[in-house]
Nanobody
Framework: VPLVESGGGSMQAGGSLKLSCKFAAYTSSSYCLGWVRQAPGKEREGVAR???????IYVDSVKGRFTISKDNAKGTLYLRMNSLKPEDTAIYYC???????????????WGQGTQVTVSS
């Protein structure tokens, strides 16, 4: 299951970024999709995930700031990140796998990751 992220970069605190992840046509109808991040020296953390029918789930630290969405016609998963904080700095991975409620442990397929750096 190919997953290709794009859209990372550097941003000052308070700014916004939008990540994209291209997926194959069958992926969204078969699996949950999600974004997982890993900061230096820390374990991977599930940020947001979305089920086959579009229901999103967010980790508490990003609720109200991040929005996960997908466009099945374009084969693209998005993560809109607003009000960015320095603690959001991490490599962000697109992931796929499993079914609702989409636990991170069921993600089987991973993209290569894209770096997001937020400065204060």
């Amino acid at each position: 299951v190919p997953l290709v992220e794009s859209g990372g970069g550097s941003m000052q605190a308070g700014g916004s970024l939008k990540l994209s992840c291209k997926f194959a046509a069958y992926t969204s109808s078969s699996y949950c999709l999600g974004w997982v991040r890993q900061a230096p020296g820390k374990e991977r953390e599930g940020v947001a995930r979305i089920g086959r029918f579009g229901t999103p789930i967010y980790v508490d630290s990003v609720k109200g700031r991040f929005t996960i969405s997908k466009d099945n016609a374009k084969g693209t998963l998005y993560l809109r990140m607003n009000s960015l904080k320095p603690e959001d700095t991490a490599i962000y991975y697109c992931a796929a796998g499993g079914t609702w409620p989409c636990p991170q442990s069921n993600f089987r397929y991973w993209g290569q990751g894209t770096q997001v750096t937020v400065s204060s």
